[in-house]
C-alpha cells in the first residue's frame, strides 16, 4: 500500500485522536507494514517527491534529544504524522522517562527493544517526582502497540539495530514532560511554535 493511502485510512478510522478501535488499527498498521514496506516508502520519497515537499520532511530530520535518529515521512497540516525512528546498533543510552503531546500507535520493523511505563507522581512545591514502574514488555519485530498521550513510558534501546514506525496524531496537550532518572527532576517541553513566539517576543524585547 502507497504512503498517502495508507495514511488517509488511517486518519478516517479516528482512532488517533480518540483511542477507539486501537485494537483493529493496530491489526492494520501490522498487516500493511514491514521493511520491505519502508523501504519502499523511503524510495518513493527520494525519487518522487517534489523538492518542496522534501525540503519540509528534511527539516523535521533530526537527531532526537531522547536519543535516536527521527525521519518524518508524511506530514499533514493538522499535526499528524509518521515518522521512523532509527537506533544504530549500541549506539544510544537509555532515554529519560517522558510523555508525550499526542496519542500514537508504534510498530518495530526490524531488531525489538524493552518498552517501560510509569507512574509520575509530583511532589507538592518542588519539580522533584516519585516515579513507579508500572510495566515492562519486551518489543519485538512486527509488534504494535498504542500509547496515549500523556502517559510516561521510556525505550530501552536493544544491542540490535533498532527501527520503529511512529504514527501520531496531532498534539492534544500544550507541552509533554521529561523526568530525568537519577535526579528525579521533571521539566517540561514545548512544541516548536510555542518556543518559536517566545523566541520572537525575545527578540522583539531587545531590537
Given at each position: 500500500m502507497e504512503l498517502n493511502k495508507f495514511m488517509e485510512h488511517i486518519e478516517e478510522s479516528g482512532a488517533l485522536e480518540t483511542g477507539r478501535n486501537s485494537r483493529e488499527l493496530c491489526d492494520?498498521?501490522?498487516?500493511?507494514?514491514?521493511?520491505?514496506t519502508i523501504r519502499h516508502w523511503l524510495s518513493d520519497i527520494v525519487h518522487k517527491y517534489p523538492d518542496d515537499k522534501l525540503s519540509n520532511l528534511a527539516s523535521l530530520m533530526e537527531i532526537h534529544p531522547l536519543g535516536f535518529e527521527k525521519?518524518?515521512?508524511w506530514d499533514s497540516s493538522a499535526g499528524q504524522r509518521a515518522r521512523l525512528h532509527y537506533w544504530p546498533q549500541n549506539?544510544?543510552?537509555f532515554e529519560s522517562i517522558?510523555?508525550?503531546?499526542?496519542n500514537?500507535?508504534?510498530?518495530?520493523i526490524k531488531g525489538h527493544y524493552i518498552h517501560?511505563?510509569?507512574?509520575?507522581k509530583e511532589r507538592k512545591d518542588t519539580d522533584e517526582v516519585e516515579i513507579t514502574l508500572t510495566r515492562k514488555q519486551i518489543v519485538d519485530t512486527g509488534q504494535c502497540y498504542y500509547f496515549q498521550a500523556g502517559?510516561?513510558?521510556r525505550i530501552i534501546p536493544s544491542d540490535e539495530e533498532t527501527i520503529?514506525?511512529?504514527i501520531r496524531s496531532s498534539p492534544l496537550l500544550p507541552y509533554s514532560r521529561v523526568v530525568n532518572p537519577e535526579t528525579l527532576k521533571m521539566k517540561r517541553a514545548y512544541g516548536a511554535v510555542k518556543k518559536f513566539k517566545e523566541k520572537i517576543k525575545e527578540l522583539e524585547s531587545v531590537i
Open positions: 492494520f498498521i501490522s498487516n500493511h507494514v514491514d521493511l520491505n525521519y518524518v515521512l549506539k544510544w543510552p517522558h510523555d508525550h503531546r499526542f500514537f500507535y508504534a510498530i518495530v517501560e511505563e510509569y507512574d509520575i502517559t510516561f513510558h520503529s514506525l511512529i
